[in-house]
């Protein structure tokens, strides 16, 4: 979901955290008020040749989106 100019992620766990656009449109920067900033403090997007979200890196971890982005709230829908 967007929270102003950032978005809001949301893990499996219900725990979320914001997360703030940078200068490349993939790669967000973490806020610090994500239970794993010590680990990253950055997320790179991934997406296929149509620019369908495909998941989330962070700290050389691969997150596949589980489900589609609702385009009218941004947020994963997870069946």
């Known amino acids: 979901m967007k ?4 978005l809001m992620w949301e893990n499996k766990a219900g725990v979320s955290w914001s997360l703030w656009p940078t200068l490349n449109p993939l790669v967000f920067q ?20 149509k ?4 998941g989330v890196s962070a700290n050389n971890e691969f997150y596949k989106l589980e489900g589609k982005i609702d385009e009218e709230s941004d947020k994963a829908v997870i069946p």
């Open 30 to 49: 973490v806020s610090n008020d994500c239970p794993y900033f010590d680990l990253y403090q950055s997320v790179v997007f991934e997406v296929d040749s």
């Open 3 to 6: 929270d102003g100019n950032g």
């Open 51 to 54: 620019n369908n979200i495909l």
